[in-house]
């Protein structure tokens, strides 16, 4: 069936450090792959996403690459902010499975100063 | 308001209870969804409209759960005979379409807590 494994957290890390968070996927056909992040008292909220292989999504200084052949997905900031702390969400829609997203367990980033 | 919205935001009942919980999409949304998210862990989908009818409701863990939507708008989630295993956050999304790439826009949930 169609998953998402992200890796577990807590990260956490110091303001301007470099941040990877990975995130790999099974699914039948070509999904669409998204990242959503929850900052704290807030709802989930899109992030960014990529629709085909080799797109890569961005927003707010984040980038995710669509890998095709390492089925993955993993998301990177070249320097984080104490505004980044947040649980970041990766997540799927199959297409052909339906059209919900399915999400991994969400990875909790705690930035400090 | 622009955004999803969902009531109540907190809801504590006793097991064996029925409770209703509701979501407003965005106006113009034509596509709705359910989902249930457990502490630690990422959203489940539990079912999903387009327009009154449920075009998907395969995510429903059983048959204690159920979801209307008459007027293809405000949408109802309904618990019968709850159980604690039903204490999470019932989270609603809305779209403009149902496609794959298209972004779904979340309420702020409402957390269900069965004593």
């Known amino acids: 069936g169609n998953s998402v494994t992200q890796m577990e957290g807590p990260v956490t890390l110091s303001e301007e450090a470099f941040l990877t968070i990975n995130c790999t996927y099974t699914a039948t056909g070509y999904p669409s792959l998204f990242w959503y992040v929850q900052y704290p008292g807030e709802g989930l909220q899109l992030l960014l996403k990529a629709t085909k292989a080799d797109d890569k999504g961005s927003n707010k200084g984040f980038e995710a690459t669509y890998r095709k052949e390492t089925t993955s997905f993993h998301l990177e900031k070249g320097s984080v902010q104490v505004s980044d702390s947040a649980v970041y969400f990766c997540?799927?829609?199959?297409?052909?499975?339906?059209?919900?997203?399915?999400f991994g367990k969400g990875t909790t980033l705690s930035v400090s100063s | 308001g622009a955004g999803v919205s969902q009531t109540p935001s907190n809801k504590v009942t006793e097991k064996g209870k029925y409770v209703e919980l509701r979501c407003d999409p965005i106006s113009g949304h034509t596509a709705l969804y359910w989902y249930r998210q457990s502490l630690g862990q990422g959203p489940e989908f539990l079912i999903y409209?387009?327009?009154?009818?449920?075009?998907?409701d395969s995510g429903l863990p059983n048959d204690r759960f159920f979801a209307v939507r008459p007027e293809g708008s405000v949408s109802t989630l309904k618990i019968q005979r709850t159980e604690r295993g039903d204490s999470a956050v019932y989270l609603c999304a809305s779209t403009v379409t149902s496609g794959s790439g298209a972004e779904q826009f979340f309420g702020p949930g409402t957390r269900l807590t069965v004593l």
């Open positions: 409209f387009q327009g009154t009818g449920a075009a998907d």
């Open positions: 997540a799927l829609i199959s297409g052909q499975a339906g059209t919900a997203l399915i």
